[in-house]
């Protein structure tokens, strides 16, 4: 077992409070939007086994095996296959997508062949990683996910009688509430509708927005309108307005395929995904923005988000699975109440505490006690890790082998 040093990633979006209490530090007055686990180069976790602290990356490059285990290694190679998170968003994020795993691949292919540096400002891919995700609410949620049907986006933006969006209202209504290609079908509405929202002059944008301003802020344009009110001269606030806005509980979780386009509003949650930084944004920032290829990875097709609540694990009592399409990380969670639990070691696995305090044991009795924002590191032992602990609640990030 392995304490770990972790990276809070200072991005303009993060908010000022929620990861500093967390932690239990003091605020710096500065944005904190991410705090990274894993063993991603971008920024790696720590761990002290002797002789000061050593990047995990390291650790595991060192010996893939001992650390991952042999069936992880076999099937996904030899680097943990997941980045664990705390996102703490005080304003919205940026509207974005992942690539696939070939996109992925192709594109940072690309980018290298072109020589553009990794941490280079106009770097779309990061590494040749695709990154589907999952976020678990830690309080209320907001967030924008999914593209609304043709027919509802369209009313919505035609409520706001501001003529400079009649072109991407037109190409909504050019779906005609039907999929049949001869009729363009709702792909060719959604994708018409998302390249005229970013090719929107400046005065249609700021009409939206004064629009916008003048609506009831407990209504449907609530939400975007709280988004212009930090982004005022972005195309990404009328974008916006073609996907679901969706609210979470402590708790509630969604997740995220390829291609779904999506932006974090507000909140605070855990985020478990692919071992990759690979983001294409559309708007509602100041990073990188490179529509044509956002438009290649999107997937045009309607569909409201699904929210997640976890199902008790059969085998293992005590914890509760938010079920994924995908076995390169398994989210479940733990709500201590006074009763020891076992968890199986053969995975690699990261634990992140996020209420109270939780004690891990090992087989050889060496014990590790975590509180509220401190996370370990469990190698793949094959032995099985004691959990204790009262009022406490424990995230369990790990893979399907």
Known sequence: MDRLVNTVRPYAWGSLTALPELLGQQ??????????????????????????????DELIAADPEGELGAASVARFGPTLPFLFKVLAAGIP?????????????????????LGIPLDAPERSYRDANHKPEMICALGDFEGLCGFRPPAGAARLLAGLAVPGLAPVIERLAAGGGTSRPEDGGESAALRGALTAAL?????????????????????????????AEDFPDDRGVIAGMLLHHVRLRAGQALYLGAGVPHAYLSGACVELQANSDNVLRAGLTPKHIDVPELLKVVVFAAGAPEVLEPVPVRDTPGEELYPVPIDEFRLSRFVLDGTGREIDGRTPQILLCTEGTARLTAADGTVLDLARGQSAFLPATGTPTRLSGSGGTLFRATVTV
């Open 27 to 56: 605020p710096t007055g500065e944005p904190q939007a991410e705090l990274w686990m894993g063993a991603h180069p971008g920024a790696p976790s720590r761990a002290d086994r002797g002789g000061g602290p050593r990047r995990l």
């Open 93 to 113: 994020l940026s509207i974005q997508a992942h690539p696939t795993l070939d996109q992925a691949r192709a594109g940072f292919a690309a980018e290298n062949a």
């Open 199 to 227: 090719a929107l002059d400046g005065e249609t944008v700021r009409r939206t927005v004064e629009a916008l301003a003048a609506t009831d802020p407990d209504g449907e344009y609530g939400p975007y309108a709280r988004i």
